[in-house]
């Protein structure tokens, strides 16, 4: 029982997120400073944003730089404003001046925010106490926050990748479950696939989430409990990839369920498979050692079906791909070995950013000028209330802005609303005149539940922290309550301005972006398939490029899923590409199945190989000239499936089939992609001929710090 309440993920971290900002209060009460330690504990936000609590083999050096960058912006802040120097002014040069963090890494990137958020609080604090004071604070504050986290993720040792891998082990399960539960559906791919496209999506997620956080601890991997999570990494990355294949032929699963009981036999291997990886997950976070495990009941009968019916290929590949997933249970051993680190991308050192991040071209620079041009937004509508020091707006600003537009979205109604909630219900309490003490307990529980929830519910989380915020104010002035209407306008009119620069300060819309991201992925398909058919491929590259091509994948499917939120999207070109990302899913499940062919030598002869390939490619290149020009395509061009007919005279083998699906996906893709095109709108991004250079979106699996 103690295990499962302090390994909880959730129990976890609320409990660290809780101590390390209740520490220090109860440390300045117990001293007789209580303001002191209301305001360390303040300092805990900043360096949340900033990611300073990750796991990482740079640890310190990260949360010294942190710590400079937080003192390093409470100074210029309080010096320009002795020179009165404007508010807009400032925050608009700081935020380009710290953009090019984002250049350097996406971990980097974070400084950013935090960053800002530092110089924003520090803006309520300068007047009210000497120069060196908030920095001292920073200083302070940091080296708190770095130690207890370091002592905490000792104590706990590797339990943020424990979280991770059990969150990938339940999703590889979610996916099996549903992907063989109702076999007869999926005759309808356009119904049956969107909802195995989120499960496959979030696999990947968690996939690459793992990469990363095995390279950041990578100095530990002398250790045997790393040694042991990165083994359980890889299995994960077998099942992954048996589980994610497709035959794709819906007419022959028919036949084969008519004909037998095959899809109860089927279904009986998915749920023990999908039982055993729960357990396994369970395992994973509890740090307990799984036991032993076989399914050779469900694995004979499948057996049988596929000896009984020799012609109909679904017996086959269901009967390899399952015994190949109850070996890997079984012996919670990889079946092969791979170099995880070799094709890490290094991080990209201070200059060469830099010069990057002075491209007019850049993500980084575009969003650095959005949040700063807010800001300015802000400063100007706080001298326009007559607010001398408008920092709840600037703060509201920073906490809602995310990435894209519809996260921006979700987070303001969330922000808005639990704030809101929150602020009427501090107005009602303070008339009670709660002691002090009192107060203190019930900030204590507001901040322990409100972490607790805030991964699934930010906005009754929000509500929590509102509460403690007014009454933060309250215990440092007595006067909380005179600042709730205050506090609310603030709130509605920072979470107006972020919707507003989303929407209308350089976009980033991602149905714009849909062509690009759609390129970039028939090029990973284009290298993964130039490995598989090579003449002897190796199982380390063939593993990481499979992973790329479904990275990309994912990329595009993002692209897909937000551009769908995007105010003013064409319903006609969005649909089309729903159906070519249909198709491109199709045709990675194939290539995750030719993956585990190569490395098991189930090779083509070289000749045969070489025709395939180029077939390929020129389909291939074909659908990217289709997406990137809109002349009318070649009416007496070959029709790459009837040439590949042409080749073979007699049976094909399990590679070439699979061969032969990927081709007529890219078919369709090319016949969609002509359609989707010339569908698009007529404006702004979409009137690029040319498609531009490497999509930032689609980036190595692993980020290098």
Not at 8 to 33: D, F, I, K, M, S
Not at 346 to 355: D, V
């Amino acid at each position: 029982m103690w295990r499962r309440l302090i390994y909880h993920p959730e129990v976890n971290y609320a409990l660290r997120q809780t101590l390390v900002l209740c520490l220090p209060v109860a440390v300045g009460l117990a001293l007789g400073n209580l303001r002191l330690g209301l305001l360390l504990s303040l300092v805990p936000a900043c360096c949340n944003m900033a990611g300073l609590d990750t796991p990482h083999k740079r640890f310190f050096k990260r949360l010294i730089v942190g710590g400079c960058l937080f003192a390093s912006c409470s100074l210029i802040v309080q010096l320009l404003m002795r020179e009165n120097v404007p508010l807009p002014a400032i925050f608009f040069g700081m935020a380009l001046l710290l953009g090019v963090t984002a250049e350097i890494s996406s971990l980097h990137a974070r400084l950013f925010p935090a960053s800002m958020v530092a110089a924003i609080f520090t803006l309520s604090l300068a007047g009210n106490m000497p120069v060196w004071q908030p920095m001292l604070l920073y200083a302070l504050g940091t080296t708190w926050y770095g130690l207890f986290n370091r002592f905490w993720l000792w104590l706990w040792r590797e339990q943020p990748l424990r979280e991770t891998l059990s969150l990938l082990y339940r999703e590889l399960a979610n996916y099996c479950e549903a992907k063989y539960s109702l076999l007869t559906q999926h005759t309808c791919p356009e119904k049956a696939l969107p909802p195995l496209l989120t499960r496959q999506q979030k696999v990947v997620d968690l996939i690459s989430q793992c990469y990363q956080q095995l390279h950041m601890l990578s100095t530990g991997s002398q250790q045997s409990d790393y040694k042991r999570l990165l083994r359980i990494f890889q299995v994960g990355l077998d099942l992954q990839e048996h589980i994610s294949v497709s035959l794709h032929q819906p007419e022959e699963v028919q036949k084969l369920i008519e004909k037998s009981h095959a899809e109860a036999v089927i279904r009986w291997n998915a749920q023990i498979v999908a039982s055993r990886l729960r357990v396994l997950a369970d395992d994973i976070l509890y740090h307990r050692y799984p036991r032993r495990f076989s399914m050779e009941k469900p694995l004979s009968a499948l057996a049988k079906i596929a000896r009984q019916h020799p012609d109909n290929p679904v017996g086959q590949f269901c009967h390899y791909h399952f015994s190949r997933i109850a070996r890997v249970l079984r012996t919670q051993r990889p079946l092969y070995a791979r170099n995880l680190m070799a094709d890490r991308e290094r991080r990209l050192p201070l200059f060469p950013a830099l010069k990057n991040y002075l491209s007019l071209k850049s993500t980084a620079l575009r969003s650095a000028a959005r949040t700063g041009v807010m800001l300015a937004i802000g400063s100007l509508l706080g001298s326009a209330l007559h607010l001398p020091k408008p920092w709840w707006i600037l703060m509201t600003i920073m906490f809602v802005t995310q990435n894209g537009y519809g996260a921006t979205r979700v987070r303001i109604f969330h922000r808005a609303g639990g704030t809101m909630a929150g602020l009427l219900v501090a107005a009602v309490t303070l008339h009670f005149h709660v002691p002090e003490g009192y107060m203190l307990l019930g900030m204590l529980l507001i901040t322990l539940i409100g972490y607790l929830i805030i991964r699934k519910q930010y906005g009754l989380a929000t509500v929590g922290f509102t509460l403690t915020a007014v009454y933060t104010l309250q215990l440092l002035s007595l006067n909380g309550d005179r600042f709730i209407m205050t506090r609310l306008v603030d709130t509605l009119i920072g979470c107006l301005i972020a919707f507003g620069g989303m929407v209308w300060l350089w976009p980033q819309w991602q149905s714009g972006l849909l062509r690009q991201n759609a390129h970039d992925t028939l090029e990973e398909d284009q290298q993964a398939i130039r490995l598989i058919l090579s003449v002897n491929p190796q199982p380390g590259p063939l593993a990481y490029e499979r992973m790329r091509v479904n990275q990309a994948h994912n990329a595009l499917y993002n692209s897909l899923n937000q551009a769908m939120q995007e105010p003013g999207f064409n319903t006609r070109y969005l649909t089309d590409m729903k159906l070519w990302v249909t198709h491109s899913q199709f045709i990675v499940e194939h290539i995750n199945a030719m993956t585990t062919l190569a490395r098991e030598h189930t090779l083509l002869e070289p000749a045969l190989a070489q025709r395939y390939l180029e077939s390929c490619e020129i389909a291939i290149q074909r659908c990217q000239q289709r997406l990137e020009y809109d002349e009318p395509g070649e009416t007496d061009s070959a029709n790459i499936l009837e040439s590949m007919d042409m080749l073979n005279s007699g049976p094909l083998s399990t590679l070439e089939q699979h061969l032969q699906r990927v081709l007529g996906h890219l078919n369709a893709m090319h016949t969609i992609s002509s359609i989707a095109w010339r569908q698009r709108p007529h404006h702004g991004i979409w009137l690029k001929r040319r498609l531009g250079g490497e999509n930032p979106s689609v980036r190595s699996l692993s980020q290098a710090d």
